[in-house]
């Protein structure tokens, strides 16, 4: 037992003597003195200067659409417009509200919310749901409390800039599908 304790402490008090991990590596030091001058990545840029990212947007957008939006027995379909406002407090949209109009001149107002899936990805792909409702812009308001008419859509679109959006919508009074594609501004 005592031959055993002999190797190990000896090879124990070998191992600080030798290097194992770097043994060709040298310490040199830098004797140049530090610049004075200020480092220009780490300086504070004017504030004034900064340009401001865009809080705004606003969605232009056509595109088709076909559904019972009135009432039930009733199937529209044909071209759309929508115009889309969205506030931006974040890097991305989160809530907005819409304005649509059909080839029937059937009104819609919406408001709903995105979830982005793929962060940094160069299409920005998205899933919104909104909550709205459609009236005949011609002849009626009341539209607004028919609750047969209010209407829960599920889509997934793509883009920040130039969009595309394709959704599904239900209501009591029937389904609607729609799609569209449109251009973004930011202000």
């Not at 600080?16 to 030091?29: E, F, G, I, Q, W």
């Not at 919310?113 to 792909?125: E, T």
């Not at 793509?158 to 930011?186: C, H, M, P, R, W």
Request: proline residues 5%; glycine residues 10%.
């Amino acid at each position: 037992m005592s031959i055993t304790r002999l190797i190990i402490c000896s090879l124990l008090a070998a191992l600080p003597l030798t290097s194992v991990a770097a043994p060709n590596t040298s310490t040199t030091y830098e004797t140049t003195p530090l610049s004075t001058e200020p480092d220009p990545l780490l300086t504070n840029a004017a504030v004034e200067s900064m340009v401001k990212p865009p809080r705004h947007s606003l969605l232009l957008a056509a595109g088709y659409a076909g559904g019972s939006y009135v009432d039930a027995d009733e199937w529209i379909n044909g071209y759309s417009f929508v115009v889309r406002y969205a506030h931006i407090p974040h890097d991305v949209i989160e809530w907005d509200y819409q304005f649509e109009v059909n080839k029937e001149n059937i009104v819609g107002l919406s408001a709903g919310r995105r979830w982005y899936c793929c962060p940094g990805d160069k299409f920005d792909p998205y899933a919104r749901v909104s909550v709205g409702t459609f009236v005949d812009g011609f002849s009626e308001l009341a539209g607004f409390v028919d609750l047969s008419r209010w209407r829960v859509r599920g889509s997934l679109g793509l883009g920040q800039s130039f969009t595309t959006e394709a959704g599904v919508g239900y209501a009591l009074n029937g389904f609607d599908l729609y799609i569209q594609a449109g251009y973004v501004f930011k202000f």
